[in-house]
């Protein structure tokens, strides 16, 4: 068993030993005239009803986008096709890594073949990978194996570069990078030329750098009063300037979407960036984000993940949702993508959105099961031969 | 840990009493019964789950009187909102979520005061009251605890503390499954280095 997993049980045990069994205080109910009638707030979306055939054609014609390994990077992808099976319309390879994380694989998108296969040099694990937009040039980052499952001790940084002709990779340390991110940092992304990290910091504020790969702090933007960054950033593919942050939430105000002009000088994150997304309207809904977000490719849509509070219908079996959201006013635009496929992330988007790579659960058939599948409309084709342990969406890269 | 906490099902006095609540609270029948059905509900719900939230919420905020108002507005909100609970099988879990985010906007608010009056009092504030009757190898993880961000101290206290599932946490969080993962093992993976077990 893990140390600090025991040692945070014992302690928690210690805490809430504190509080006798019995002693509980009297509950102090309000009034009957201070409860509120039921919720019948027309904006409440009643999602089985509504969104199931407006997603259907929704979902065609959307413009969605991508997370870390996001397409296009002024390459516009191919429009979705009927005719051309949907294992050809994403990237042809991906980067996974193994249960064991000394190991990184090069699979073929449409056979599931392993294309070539890494290794983390000495007593390394890799802990994140990214990819660029060209599916073939991966950053991964690595460190001791620490006891907690984390990185321990120094993080060091790795490009890889694939070349599928002669079926290698090649795995090359980036050796000034380890020494200029601090150990604490946690949230990275890497920019779709893969050419600079996003780099968030600061456990009681928000504090984000932009590096090169040669290890030079670009730019650098904090906030002391804002909160702290929360989800991992998002570089949007076109210009590949423009960057989404999520600020922590609270039970009143939940998390924000923020785009972040990387262009601009250092010095004030507020400045710099400007709200698009709000999250306030989500206390009306009765719903919060309920996965990380994505970014179209234009930089003119967000779509992020929902997930009702304990407040179902009957029957309701408990999903992720999606919403997509004008960049730009911050207005919600139509949702996405109901129950077919409960999706949990999505890794990676076509320039429409209409083809989309994710990881979906498949809890109906096996419980806690996850399956990486290409979606499209109602369609899900599952991508074969995935490595075990790779379900969580900072081990894999399009 | 109680045992209640981890229960998914609903203990059958309260799925009683929230069933006859919900009978009452049908259009046409009169509200003041309605209206009483529903404060039994709630208080029998409260009667058999309140020590084990108020034990999660001290986990949480490190006070027992925070811990308590936390829990109470849990149950306060549960009421107001009792005719719009369709599943009395999920009242649990919606609790737990409100204790949850009653307890970040009381972490919210500790930082702001903080920050807002850090310079007026230097002095650091007052150890939580459980640092007193805990040992030092407890204080030095609770208080690393206390340093993480909000969401990565609730995956870690539904995970190690009340030893929830992930679908479970998942729901209680209001996240994603795989979000549970990320943010936990990004969450153990910090706890570690701020108590020094990484080196």
């Not at chain 1, 950033?233 to 922590?248: C, E, H, N, P, R």
Request: aromatic share 6%; with cysteine; hydrophobic share 45%.
């Amino acid at each position: 068993m893990n140390m600090i997993e025991d040692r945070l049980r014992a302690a928690a045990q210690a805490a809430a030993d504190t509080i006798p069994a019995g002693s509980a205080p009297a509950l102090r109910l309000p009034q009957a005239a201070q409860r509120r009638a039921p919720d019948t707030s027309p904006q409440r979306p009643r999602w089985p009803r509504l969104v199931a055939p407006l997603a259907a054609a929704a979902a065609v014609t959307a413009v969605i986008a991508t997370s870390v390994a996001i397409a296009g990077g002024g390459h516009p992808q191919r429009p979705a096709s009927a005719s051309v099976p949907l294992l050809d319309q994403v990237p042809r390879y991906y980067l996974a890594l193994t249960k064991s994380q000394n190991t990184g694989v090069v699979r073929d998108t449409v056979t599931g073949a392993t294309v070539a296969s890494i290794h983390a040099p000495g007593s390394l694990r890799f802990y994140q990978v990214f990819a660029a937009a060209n599916d073939r040039t991966f950053v991964l980052i690595a460190g001791p194996q620490g006891r907690a499952g984390g990185p321990a001790g120094r993080l060091s940084f790795f490009v890889a570069r694939l070349n599928p002709a002669r079926r290698v990779v090649t795995l090359s340390l980036l050796p000034d990078l380890g020494p200029a991110i601090p150990r604490s940092a946690d949230m990275f992304a890497l920019s779709p030329d893969g050419a600079r990290l996003a780099v968030g910091l600061g456990v009681h504020s928000a504090q984000l750098r932009i590096y090169s790969l040669a290890g030079h702090v670009l730019k650098e933007w904090q906030e002391d009063h804002l909160g702290t960054l929360e989800y991992p950033f998002i570089w949007m593919s076109w210009g590949a300037s423009t960057l989404v942050y999520g600020l922590d939430g609270s039970a009143t105000n939940p998390t924000s979407f923020r785009t972040l002009n990387t262009n601009a000088a250092s010095g004030s994150l507020l400045r710099a960036s400007r709200l698009a997304v709000s999250g306030k309207h989500l206390l009306d809904l009765g719903f919060s984000w309920g996965s990380y977000p994505v970014a179209s490719g234009d930089g003119k849509t967000i779509v992020a993940g929902l997930m009702p509070g304990g407040n179902l219908p009957p029957g309701t079996v408990q999903t992720t949702e999606f919403a997509e959201y004008s960049a730009a006013t911050g207005k919600l635009i139509r949702y996405l993508w109901p129950t077919v496929h409960d999706t949990e992330s999505v890794l990676w988007s076509n320039f429409s959105g209409s083809v989309l790579v994710v990881l979906a659960p498949v809890h109906r058939y096996s419980p806690g099961a996850t399956r990486l599948g290409v979606l499209s409309g109602s369609r899900f084709v599952p991508i074969p031969h995935v490595p075990d342990g790779s379900w969580e969406n900072l081990r894999i890269a399009f | 840990v109680e045992a209640d906490l981890s229960d998914t099902a609903p203990d059958s006095r309260a799925a009683i009493s929230w069933q006859a609540a919900a009978n009452a609270d049908s259009p046409g029948q009169d509200r003041t019964a309605a209206e009483h059905a529903a404060a039994a509900a709630v208080t029998t719900l409260y009667e058999i789950h309140a020590v084990g939230l108020i034990r999660l919420a001290m986990v949480m905020l490190g006070d027992r009187a925070s811990a308590e108002d936390a829990v109470q507005d849990a149950f306060c909100g549960l009421y107001r909102r009792y005719g719009s609970l369709a599943e009395p099988e999920r009242a649990l879990q919606y609790v737990r979520s409100s204790v949850l985010n009653g307890c970040r906007s009381e972490l919210r608010a500790r930082q702001r005061n903080i920050r807002r009056f850090a310079r007026a009092l230097p002095a650091a504030p007052a150890p939580p009251e459980y640092d007193v009757l805990l040992g030092e190898e407890h204080r030095e993880v609770l208080a690393a605890l206390r340093r993480l961000p909000g969401r990565q101290r609730e995956a870690l206290v539904l995970r190690f503390f009340l030893e929830l599932p992930e679908p479970e946490i998942a729901r209680s969080m209001g996240i994603s499954q795989g979000t549970v993962k990320s943010t936990t093992s990004r969450a153990l993976a910090a706890l570690a280095r701020l108590v020094g077990e990484d080196r």
